[in-house]
């Protein structure tokens, strides 16, 4: 029996979109409070789905929970179907839960509030959208919609560049899209005209090596990796970063960097095993490649919010390589490695959305007070503003691998599962987690340490709506770092379904 939980998840923040165009501009307040509200009932439903979530049931392609199939354009074989399963539900609870502290956050924006929340509230209907498809063109129109209030986002509320940033941002992503657009209709070609993802997997219409199978392989994974972003995709991402308002910025890593991922494990993996191996050491050179240079870049940055940018290619490196060294071509490989290394790649997802969420909340509330994000222009704020002080200093600590944090045991998944596959990459991977901890430390020392610039002593500390846009934040990085067996049960429960088909 289908269910309507997804649908009613995936469309009540475009229901809440809709209600805010008929509510007077003239009332900012209504306005903020309205969203905030409607956010909430997504984050609830994304908790019930994690606590119905069935851990012992098959999971995609063989099966997925909570799902609704519909006819919805049978001449083209395109149907409306939904379906989560231990990959997505996790994705799904952080796109919540960031919109709704992203709103909480922005209520101080007095620029064109209605516009601002409006376009928030779409893009969580596309975000969720991309996590809950399992029909090709259902998933490429979220795909799409998600890209839209972004640009906005940034170019209407951005930084003296915002109109530059946006338009970079949305050529990039645009040419990534129309790449995996065309390798979707080779998928659709040559599995009997159906864009059913789960029937396309279990087809397996590219199972002998072919030219057509190697460029739809490339096309999807151009889309992907230009969102993850991968180097050398990557140098949209600066920009966007830099210009974005703060929680522009937030759902920019937190979220939007996780459907490039999202799309490796859901659909390059399960869809095309045999070109996934015998590619996959172009994918993870590539990914030690976007580890070490986003490791390096920060220690060259004045700018404190391009710093925490870079340092998402660094954190998403880790994933893509997770993902390559779990379907590499090597035999011999225990497949406790490979599942390990695939389990450490979704955590590592997971838990750079919480970090680099809060990284960024954090440098908007320096950005707030101070004007200024460059390093050169503080010091001495660590006994000025202790709260803050505290919260930055949590959270850094969480990015630079701390054990206790959700970061340490996703990137020693990674490492251990990398290593038992190739020690080479492994023995890379590992150089950029030191250098990660050079940049982190190197940031906290000038903006916490040294004699205080006497421009911020009158600076106040974090208030009550930052701490509550930051706190529940932090508490999961604790919780599932000292805790992680919950999530992992999830991404068990996936990794063990992917990994199937490579045999």
């Known amino acids: 029996m289908d269910s309507l939980i997804l649908p009613i998840l995936t469309f009540f923040p475009l229901l809440g979109a809709v209600i805010l165009l008929f509510m007077p501009k003239e009332k900012p307040g209504a306005i903020k409070l309205t969203s905030i509200l409607v956010s909430l009932a997504p984050l609830a439903i994304s908790i019930w789905l994690w606590i119905a979530y069935d851990r012992t049931a098959a999971a995609f392609p063989n099966g997925s929970q909570f799902g609704i199939n519909a006819a919805w354009i049978p001449s083209l074989g395109v149907s409306f179907k939904m379906g989560v399963d231990g990959l997505s539900i996790p994705l799904i609870f952080i796109t919540t839960l960031l919109t709704t502290l992203s709103l909480i956050y922005s209520t101080f924006i007095d620029l064109r509030p209605k516009e601002f929340f409006w376009m928030f509230l779409l893009l969580e209907t596309g975000m969720l959208g991309v996590f809950t ?10 795909w799409e919609v998600s890209l839209v209030p972004m640009y906005f986002l940034i170019g209407i509320w951005g930084g003296p560049r915002r109109e530059y940033a946006a338009i970079k941002f949305f050529i990039y992503t ?33 199972a002998s090596p072919s030219l057509i199978g190697s460029l739809v392989f490339w096309g999807l994974f151009l889309g992907f990796a230009v969102k993850t972003p991968m180097f050398p995709f990557h140098t949209w991402l600066p920009d966007a970063h830099v210009e974005a308002p703060t929680a522009g910025s937030v759902i920019l890593a937190g979220v939007l960097l996780k459907m490039g991922t999202y799309g490796f494990m859901r659909i390059l993996m399960p869809i095309m095993p045999q070109q996934f191996q015998q590619y996959w050491w172009i994918i993870a050179l590539v990914s030690v490649v976007s580890i070490k240079y986003g490791a390096s ?144 430390l190197w940031m906290m020392q000038r903006v916490l340490l040294g004699p205080l610039n006497p421009k911020w002593e ?15 934040l932090m508490a999961l990085m604790l919780l599932f770092g000292v805790l992680p067996g919950p999530l992992f049960a999830f991404f068990s429960n996936a990794s063990g379904a992917i990994l199937g088909l490579f045999h």
């Open 133 to 142: 498809a399992l029909d090709f063109v259902l998933f490429f129109v979220f």
């Open 174 to 206: 645009m040419v990534a899209s129309m790449a995996m657009l065309l390798a979707i209709l080779g998928l659709y070609f040559t599995s009997g005209n159906t864009f059913d993802m789960q029937k396309i997997a279990l087809a397996n219409p590219f």
């Open 297 to 440: 870049v920060p220690m060259a940055q004045s700018d404190l919010k391009k710093l925490i940018a870079y340092s998402s290619m660094n954190h998403m490196g880790y994933v893509t390589l997770g993902c390559a060294v779990a379907g590499a071509g090597v035999a011999g490989v225990s497949e406790h490695a490979r599942t390990l290394a695939l389990n450490g790649a979704q955590m590592q997802a997971f838990s750079h959305g919480l970090i680099t969420g809060a990284l960024f909340f954090l440098v908007g509330i320096l950005y707030e007070r101070a004007h200024t994000r460059n390093l050169a222009d503080f010091g001495g704020l660590g006994a000025k503003i202790p709260i803050y002080t505290g919260m930055l200093a949590f959270c850094s600590f969480a990015s630079l691998w701390l054990p206790g944090m959700t970061g340490f045991i996703a990137e020693l998944s990674v490492l251990v599962g990398t290593y038992n596959i190739s020690p080479l990459f492994a023995g890379l991977a590992l150089i950029g987690i030191v250098m990660t901890a050079a940049y982190m």
């Open 458 to 472: 009158n600076m106040p500390d974090a208030d009550g709506r930052e701490i509550v846009s930051l706190a529940p």
